[in-house]
């Protein structure tokens, strides 16, 4: 493929970034000076919900909306540091007046509604443990992770209730109370209203010592490759979200902020609650799922400045035929960032087409905590590119040798797996009930992310792919992102997948799965063009040699393309853990 580069003018900003000099501010870095720019405790230690709220709350930020809520039928609901902590505090007063103690777990199954906030920074005063499930899964997927993680108390709604968790309850057996959003009275001594409990409870709490070791969240991953894991996390990750969101999101105190991640899934937490609070900012949450027109309205009406979304909200967007820059003011808007999946770089040059600026890509995993690698406001681009490892964090290519030690790949442009010197702030510290396949992940002290990737000379991270989608075909190694953004580049391309299938002669061959953009119909001859378009692009060796057209490719709910599952249904075998599968 061919790398163009995309340049900053920094004179045309009108903020100036956070991180101007790369490898200085690199060098110069240290995780104890990040830690001075924190209060501590009154009562010592270390708490995620006192830093990125109560601290505002005391002081000259008190009145400064925290919170945007936009609810899906137009209402507004806004609330101020000062609101945030006296709502959150009483919700920490619940349960601490039911007994719910230290690193004991309270789930959230609740659409994006403003009691789901104020719990969440709730459980963190009292010590307890979050677990954010996502609102759409189904009732098996709810049950697998409430039973593996413990679930002592659940925050609902009436509808979620009645409709996914009635039915389970006889099997949830750690579960001692559901406190529902919004009930008016309480069911039982179990099933509780959460309007007549917050009534009830008084809204200042003192948070307790908190050790920067004690357990914060509880994160299933995506279960792109397999079963989700359970991915145990701390109070000191918020060193590497407070630097992350300096560095990656470049926030500065007037940033208008919108992440549109869903709690459910770890940016929607780290980033969707934690990183614009800890950072005084005004986070805007948006009830609604994905609607073109809504997202860029709110982008106008809401003057939001930083924007972090998904690649594939990216590719829905760039599958309508519309020119935001011209049909909406985005005037505020100065930077978009993207998690998740890899970024074609067909999406970051839209961006830089129709959006007007490029969309800036970084990687991260649920076991990482925090943003890991990314592109820079003030930085040049590589579209396809992860960027360069954040200032603190050490990422190297490595290869496994087989008598299990590590080498370093440091030549250019080499591939091999992707790793994370141990010490990050945010690293996850157990899978739940899993020590095994934890200390798997770990080489000495390094992290292996499961991911393959290269560095090119500038230092700039590549993604291949994940190790399992690895195509092996006539002694070439191709990654399936490498394929699939060249078939985008087709104007008839909406989004590809692509797979390996067994084949005698070749080893594997390279199939993809693609869908169209609008205007666009599956025909044979449609199907001989995109062949010779990967050829063209491509070169024989590494282009698709089938191609099946799909109206959707399967995804998880989070939006990643789920290639074991186009591999498993190709080749008739199991389609294993579905639970995150989309509907
Ligand atoms: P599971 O571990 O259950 O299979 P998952 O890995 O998809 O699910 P997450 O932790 O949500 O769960 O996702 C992290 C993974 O997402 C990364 O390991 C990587 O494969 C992919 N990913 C995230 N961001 C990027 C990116 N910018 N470029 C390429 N891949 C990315
Ligand atoms: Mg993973």
Redesign the pocket.
């Known amino acids: 493929m061919e790398k163009k580069w995309i340049s900053k003018n920094i004179e045309e900003f009108p903020l100036r970034p956070n991180l101007l000099e790369y490898d200085k501010e690199y060098r110069a870095f240290s995780w104890q000076r990040i830690a001075e720019n924190f209060d501590g405790l009154p009562s010592g230690g270390l708490n995620i919900a006192h830093e990125a709220i109560d601290r505002h709350a005391n002081g000259e930020l008190r009145d400064k909306t925290a919170l945007l809520w936009l609810g899906q039928n137009g209402e507004k609901k806004t609330y101020s540091f000062a609101q945030m902590k006296a709502e959150s505090s009483r919700f920490a007063n619940v349960l601490k007046s039911l007994g719910i103690a230290k690193g004991e777990r309270v789930f959230t199954l609740s659409t994006r509604l403003p009691e789901l906030y104020i719990s969440a920074i709730g459980v963190l005063k009292n010590r307890s443990v979050l677990c954010p499930l996502f609102s759409q899964f189904g009732p098996e997927p709810i049950l697998q992770r409430m039973q593996g993680g413990d679930a002592k108390v659940l925050v609902t709604t009436t509808r979620l209730f009645e409709k996914k968790i009635r039915p389970l309850l006889e099997q949830l057996n750690t579960l001692s109370y559901v406190f529902l959003i919004d009930a008016l009275e309480d069911e039982n001594a179990q099933v509780l209203s959460l309007p007549r409990l917050m009534e009830q409870a008084d809204e200042v709490f003192e948070i307790e010592r908190t050790d920067p070791e004690d357990m914060s969240l509880l994160h299933f991953?995506s279960g792109?490759?397999g079963m989700p894991k359970g991915v145990v996390h701390v109070h000191k990750a918020l060193y590497t979200h407070w630097m992350s969101g300096k560095y990656a999101l470049d926030m500065h105190p007037d940033d208008i902020y919108w992440c549109t991640a869903d709690p459910g899934w770890v940016t929607g937490t780290a980033y969707g609650i934690i990183t614009p609070w800890l950072h005084g900012l005004t986070n805007i949450v948006d009830e609604s799922e994905f609607d073109a027109e809504r997202w860029y309205s709110i982008l106008q009406e809401q003057n939001v400045s930083i924007w972090y979304t998904a690649p594939t909200a990216i590719r829905r967007l760039m599958r309508i035929d519309s020119f935001p820059a011209q049909e909406y003011d985005l005037s505020a808007l100065r930077l978009i960032q993207s998690v998740g999946e890899p970024l074609n770089p067909e999406a970051v040059l839209w961006g830089v087409e129709k959006l007007k600026m490029p969309i800036h890509d970084n990687w991260w995993?649920?076991e990482t905590g925090g943003i890991m690698i990314s592109n820079l406001l003030s930085q040049s681009i590589r579209p396809g590119s992860m960027g360069r490892p954040l200032p603190g964090i050490e990422a190297a290519i490595v290869r496994l040798e087989d008598d299990g030690t590590l080498t370093q790949v440091t030549q250019a442009d080499k591939e091999g797996e992707l790793a994370l010197k141990v010490g990050w702030p945010s690293m996850f510290r157990a899978y739940l009930h899993n020590e095994e396949r934890y200390k798997k992940c770990f080489v000495g002290e390094w992290y292996l992310s499961?991911d393959l990737a290269y560095k090119d000379k500038e230092g700039y991270f590549w993604f291949i792919g994940r190790a399992d989608d690895i195509i092996k075909t006539s002694g070439h190694m191709v990654g399936p992102f490498e394929v699939e953004s060249s078939l985008m580049e087709h104007p008839g391309v909406a989004e590809a997948g692509v797979i390996g299938k067994p084949d005698e002669m070749i080893g594997q061959l390279v199939k993809a799965f693609v869908s169209l953009k609008a205007g666009y119909e599956p025909s044979e001859e449609l199907r001989h063009e995109l062949l010779g378009f990967g050829r063209s692009k491509l070169g024989a060796a590494v282009a698709p040699k089938e191609i099946e057209f799909l109206d959707n490719l399967p995804k998880t709910r989070s939006g990643k393309i789920m290639r074991r599952l186009l591999k498993a249904r190709e080749l008739g075998l199991s389609e294993g853990d579905t639970s995150t599968l989309e509907d």
């Open positions: 991953t792109t490759t995993q649920t499961g």
